[in-house]
């Protein structure tokens, strides 16, 4: 029995990772490599292992840096199922379906490029029938379901608190007369997040596969969190102009429509036109509005009482694109929010183009910019920017809340450990180098515990 790291090694994106029991190998996510350009290409590149060989996957959550190459698998020869909670399976329905559009549309216009200078035609890295195809290889489960999925594999998955539907997934592996348990935190929700419930703890492992986003970091605290987006609410009311935010389809707009409801009166919310400029996040609402089975109890009163979450009176679902180009033409009193997430693409880049160089717009970053990113440019400062070849100048005020985190910070990663009884191996991913080894020192410091921080195709014999 053995574990091999194919990916998110001292980085945040592209999680894979593969188990082998016996004759039988199982791959723990399949995530699409984000970040510069020079990053992205390595989406094309073979697996480092054969595809037809796996026999199934476990996926703990939807977001394309662990979801966005399973198509990919599948178009490379996978025949298994793929394991993962059924809000899970319902996201990915949407996700990888838009991702194969991107991927035909970016092809498109690669290879007009192409023809004129005479060179070869490329092909998408996968279709959006082929994200269909791959959509019929889910199979769900629900939270404390334990299926043995593989001989000498059994799954259990548990609440991660990330974003809906995603799960902690605890593997019991078994060989011969050996047994082994592996747990993988996916990716650990941000305690008294909006909507979710807190990651669920958990007592015995033999190896943990943690993840370390935030391992260097603390947040703010709620209250400072919400005091912070409601000041910045008000300063852009005062000085008329409108609020972009690139946010992250899953997760991240359901819980911002949220806070925005729940905080109406108090944020000033009837002097705004909100815009939900993201067929892709509107889709997303409707799955996080039918699986309220999983809410936190204050998401579920909300629920029982009004029978939704989202039901704020001024706010506007843009799905055609001659829509989205009209609220470009709004000067003030706008709240536009839109993917992606890191500014990488979508509608967002179009809003920025129209309002970043206003000195009274205002950006507000709510989630993880990797390096590389558009996003993590302006985070860091950037008094300029390039969108399609033209230079423009940031006089934006660039707000950077990092208290909305889905991820959880550095202590409750800590707190969430503490309760492996036998504090166990410890295999750090899904971070950058920084805060990997903050992590690590203070998990080694407090629990005594073997820290390692996994490398690209390491193994561990377990």
């Not at 039918?290 to 009176?313: R, S, T, V």
């Not at 160089?357 to 709510?366: D, G, P, Q, Y």
């Amino acid at each position: 029995m053995n574990i091999q790291f194919f990916g998110a090694t001292h980085e945040v994106t592209g999680s894979c990772y593969l188990i082998s029991v016996g004759e039988n190998k199982l791959l723990v996510e399949c995530g699409l490599v984000q970040g510069s350009r020079e990053h992205e290409r390595h989406n094309n590149d073979e697996f480092p292992f054969s595809a037809k060989d796996i026999d199934a996957v476990v996926l703990t959550h939807a977001h394309i840096d662990h979801s966005g190459r399973l198509p990919l698998l599948v178009k490379r020869g996978f025949n298994g199922k793929i394991y993962s909670h059924s809000a899970t399976t319902d996201l990915c329905a949407i996700m990888l379906e838009d991702s194969g559009y991107l991927n035909e549309k970016n092809a498109y216009w690669e290879n007009k490029k192409r023809e004129r200078k005479g060179l070869e035609l490329i092909e998408p890295l996968y279709t959006k029938d082929q994200a269909k195809q791959a959509h019929s290889h889910f199979k769900s489960l629900d939270y404390q379901q334990t299926k043995e999925i593989l001989p000498g594999i059994k799954l259990t998955f548990k609440d991660a608190g990330h974003i809906i539907g995603s799960s902690i997934a605890e593997l019991e592996l078994t060989e011969g007369s050996r047994s082994k348990k592996v747990v993988f935190s996916g990716d650990l929700g941000h305690k008294n997040a909006p909507i979710l419930r807190d990651p669920d703890p958990i007592s015995q492992a033999d190896l943990v596969v943690m993840e370390s986003t935030y391992g260097d970091r603390l947040h703010r605290d709620w209250h400072s969190t919400l005091q912070e987006i409601g000041e910045i609410i008000g300063n852009a009311n005062s000085q008329k102009g409108n609020i972009l935010i690139p946010a992250f389809t899953v997760g991240r707009t359901q819980e911002l429509l949220y806070l925005l409801n729940q905080h109406y009166d108090e944020w000033n919310i009837a002097d705004w036109e909100i815009f939900l400029d993201s067929p892709m996040g509107i889709k997303a609402t409707e799955v996080y509005a039918n699986h309220a089975e999983i809410y936190d109890k204050h998401a579920k009163k909300i629920k029982h009482q009004h029978g939704k979450l989202f039901n704020l009176p001024n706010l506007h679902f843009s799905e055609k694109t001659d829509y989205s180009m009209k609220i470009n033409q709004i000067k003030s009193g706008a709240i536009i929010i839109a993917g992606s997430g890191m500014c990488t693409g979508g509608r967002i880049k179009h809003h920025l183009k129209h309002n970043i160089w206003r000195n009274h717009c205002h950006v507000l970053i709510i989630g993880y910019q990797a390096r590389g990113t558009l996003g993590r440019s302006l985070v860091d400062g950037t008094k300029r920017i390039f969108l399609w070849g033209e230079e423009i100048q940031v006089k934006a005020k660039v707000h950077t809340v990092g208290g909305l985190s889905a991820h959880a910070d550095q202590q409750e990663l800590i707190n969430w450990y503490s309760h492996f009884e036998n504090h166990p191996q410890v295999a750090l991913v899904h971070g950058e180098p920084k805060a990997m080894d903050s992590l690590e020192e203070k998990l080694k410091k407090q629990f005594s515990c073997d820290v390692l921080q996994a490398d690209y195709k390491q193994i561990i014999e377990l």
